[in-house]
């Protein structure tokens, strides 16, 4: 934390509130690629094959949602 942040309370809370905005953010996009391949559980090999691509596309940019995951791998 920065000393002008320590030193000002609206600024800090500011970043606070961005912070958890963030982290809510990427916690919603968990869940939704989680429950995306749930429901791939049916065909086993269509579920490895789906979260290779959730896994590698989640590492190099993460925040995509379950539609640009899937767009992205067509």
């Known amino acids: 934390m920065t000393a002008t942040a320590q030193n000002n309370p609206e600024l800090l809370r500011q970043i606070t ?3 958890n905005n963030h982290i809510t953010h990427t916690l919603q996009h968990y ?3 989680s429950d995306f391949l749930r429901e ?8 490895m094959r789906l ?5 590698k596309v989640w590492n190099r940019q993460s925040g995509k949602s379950r539609l640009e ?3 992205t791998h067509r």
Do not use: A
């Not at 979260?51 to 896994?55: A, E, H, I, L």
């Open 69 to 71: 995951v899937m767009r």
């Open 31 to 33: 869940i939704e690629i």
């Open 17 to 19: 509130h961005d912070n």
């Open 51 to 55: 979260k290779s691509m959730v896994s």
């Open 40 to 47: 791939m559980l049916s065909d086993n090999r269509d579920y």
